[in-house]
């Protein structure tokens, strides 16, 4: 609930333009007021929840640019660098915030914080190649990069992380990553890299198949079928691509052979347990 009222009041500020133009005094205030608001409402919540304090500070970033927008005369591109910049300056310190309390007693809203940080992340870097830098089809790769970088922050929180930093939860965060690797993966595939089928299976299905054997190793179920898909789609592309109505065949009784196979493997994690 406390989420939506963010959303609203954002929602709310960004309306206010059709009564105030930027840079007008109702403007100026609506923006001081965009500006006031995760600030407020981030120090409240560090003192009750561990939760809403990094949905505020995450959401501050849209404020911010409201802030930017109705109060300056930046340009579009220049609020996204000036929103890059403080993205980053944000993850360094909720590192350093980490480091210094690797128990997450003192500050147990920071992890959470630290999460949607790298989650916004995806938003800004594809709002910088995209609208600022005009990349096209390469500005793929700056988010291959990014998924590649949060997906190896993921990893050593499941498995090098201080215990009080360790989140049960990672282990599906690791499968939402696996996921988005699937669709940015056959995108960079097919257009960045103009590619064959076979080249998606060797990146994404690769990808899969090691995810695979790294979740059946450390009992991490979600990521098992996420890895599940990652090998079986570019497969499915590769078989239609290459072999028509039969390849498709092949590829359906192949994918339930595997299905099969993997349903065992999670069957016997769930006796393990």
Do not use: C
């Amino acid at each position: 609930m406390q989420t939506a009222g963010v959303a609203l009041l954002l929602s709310a500020y960004v309306y206010s333009e059709r009564a105030w133009s930027d840079q007008t005094l109702g403007g100026s205030v609506v923006g001081l007021f965009a500006l006031a608001t995760p600030i407020v409402l981030t120090a409240r919540a560090m003192r009750s929840s561990a939760f809403m304090p990094a949905v505020h500070m995450a959401a501050g970033l849209a404020f911010l640019a409201v802030f930017l927008d109705r109060t300056t005369s930046l340009s579009g591109d220049a609020i996204v660098w000036v929103l890059d910049l403080v993205l980053v300056g944000a993850i360094a310190v909720f590192v350093r915030v980490l480091l210094g309390d690797p128990d997450g007693q003192r500050h147990p809203w920071a992890l959470n914080a630290f999460v949607l940080a790298m989650g916004g992340g995806f938003v800004l870097v594809a709002l910088t190649v995209f609208e600022t830098l005009h990349m096209s089809e390469d500005g793929l790769l700056a988010l291959d990069a990014w998924l590649l970088l949060s997906a190896g922050v993921t990893l050593w929180g499941v498995h090098l992380a201080p215990p009080g930093l360790r989140r049960s939860w990672f282990g599906v965060l690791l499968s939402l990553e696996m996921l988005a690797w699937i669709g940015l993966g056959l995108l960079t595939v097919d257009e960045t890299f103009g590619g064959p089928p076979e080249l998606a299976i060797a990146l994404v299905g690769g990808a899969g198949v090691l995810a695979f054997v790294h979740a059946d190793r450390h009992g991490l179920r979600a990521l098992m079928a996420a890895a599940s898909l990652a090998f079986i789609v570019p497969v499915w592309w590769w078989a239609v691509e290459r072999g028509g109505a039969l390849g498709g065949i092949a590829a359906l009784v192949g994918t339930a052979v595997f299905l099969f196979w993997a349903s065992g493997r999670r069957e016997q994690l769930f006796k393990a347990e």
